[in-house]
């Protein structure tokens, strides 16, 4: 499980560095959709603990 929350969080801190890099260039239409790649890293997330938890039943 700390596999997939370490890939959680570091999404989330890429975003978050991102988010701030693009506040500073002063791109503040390009900032609104990194709440969508922490919405995504989730998804991303959820997908590979799926996928792991398919290939342990088979």
Do not use: H, R
Not at 18 to 41: K, Q, R, S, W
């Amino acid at each position: 499980m700390s596999k997939y929350i370490s890939i959680f969080f570091l999404t989330v801190l890429v975003s978050v560095i991102l988010f701030i890099c693009f506040l500073m260039m002063g791109l503040e239409e390009l900032a609104v959709p990194v709440y969508i790649i922490v919405m995504f890293a989730f998804i991303v997330t959820m997908q590979f603990y799926l996928m792991d938890k398919v290939k342990k039943n088979n």
